[in-house]
């Protein structure tokens, strides 16, 4: 009986000190795992940003249709404009309001059906690949901290030069840090309620609801 006592505790010991590293062994694989799948921007030589390739399994923010941000124009054919964040980024927002180094956004664009299958009203996105844009934030290596890239397939994408009308644009009319977050319907209350929101899209704001209320007044 002694014996039986003695060994217990070492038993215990020994299947404790396995669950032990089984668990740490969980923990560095896990940590492995999650490292591999966090999104790391890189470059090649000659400055253009290698394509993110998993981007459509980050976080989906909106899509738009047939949006313009000048004058209107017959495009001839309906288009989808749909806008992933790598997760990182993401999160990040929901603690903060507003993006972190390394944030980035795709835009995808993509053709849309009027008729299929059993469709007979409104659209749907098809298969037909229209381009793709990323939106970066890179501190260290960009300027402004922002850049544009645009993409034809998926290989390394082309830098906007800085003259591009999308710099300034999204300068000037960006609800959040050069960011188009009043499109965002998930992430535009969180900007509201943090405050975070830029001093020119609040001015475009009131700007634009004055003139609603005129027309409302001049409908009476």
């Not at 959040?176 to 020119?200: C, E, G, H, M, N």
């Amino acid at each position: 009986m002694r014996r039986m006592k003695m060994m217990v505790p070492a038993i215990t010991i020994g299947v404790i000190s396995i669950v032990g590293l089984v668990v740490a062994g969980v923990g560095v694989v896990s940590g492995q795992t999650s490292q591999a799948e966090k999104y790391v921007p890189s470059y090649t030589a000659d400055g253009k940003l290698n394509f993110p390739a998993g981007y459509r399994e980050w976080v989906y923010l909106t899509s738009g249709v047939d949006m313009s941000y000048g004058p209107a124009s017959n495009m001839g054919k309906s288009m989808f404009d749909n806008v992933f964040v790598n997760s990182e980024a993401y999160k990040s927002f929901l603690e903060t309001s507003t993006w972190p180094d390394k944030t980035v956004m795709v835009l995808e664009v993509r053709a849309a059906g009027s008729k299929g299958s059993i469709n007979k009203n409104g659209h749907f996105q098809t298969e037909e690949l229209r381009g793709r844009e990323v939106h970066i934030k890179d501190e260290s290596k960009f300027p402004g901290k922002w850049a544009f890239f645009s993409f034809n397939s998926e290989g390394p994408g082309e830098l906007f030069p800085k003259e591009a009308a999308c710099y300034s644009c999204h300068e000037e009319h960006g609800a959040v840090d050069t960011t188009f977050v009043q499109f965002y319907p998930t992430l535009l209350p969180i900007a509201k309620a943090k405050k975070t929101l830029s001093a020119t899209y609040l001015n475009e704001e009131a700007v634009s609801g004055a003139e609603k209320k005129e027309e409302k007044a001049e409908k009476k």
